[in-house]
Nanobody, 118 residues
């Protein structure tokens, strides 16, 4: 059974850093686009960063220059390095990916909580 599992969330002070990881497991032919989303309390889920299989990245304006998305195609993993964290970055962060098994489907992780507070 295919699944995405996030790790690395936690509590950090403003200005601090965290690194989130996402690992895909199961029968995987190929992973296309991978994304990080986040959802803060009372708000809609928003796209934070995207990375294609070729390594092209796109970021939300709110995280540009502070967050870096990366992936390891050989290991079916993705990461989000978050620096200069702000209280408004507090949210549940979700891993999302388009995965061919060989049918293409969009899969979500269970989410990991990131709290930025002093």
């Amino acid at each position: 059974q295919l699944q995405l599992v996030e790790s690395g969330g936690g509590l950090v002070q403003p200005g601090g850093s965290l690194r989130l990881s996402c690992a895909a497991s199961g029968t995987i032919f190929r992973i296309n686009v991978m994304n990080w989303y986040r959802q803060a309390p009372g708000k809609q889920r928003e796209l934070v960063a995207t990375i294609t299989s070729g390594g092209t990245t796109v970021y939300a304006d709110s995280v540009k220059g502070r967050f870096t998305i990366s992936r390891d195609n050989a290991k079916n993993t993705m990461a989000l390095q978050m620096n200069s964290l702000k209280p408004e970055d507090t949210a549940v962060y979700y891993c999302n990916a388009e995965i061919y098994t060989p049918m293409m489907g969009r899969y979500w992780g269970q989410g990991t909580q990131v709290t930025v507070s002093s």
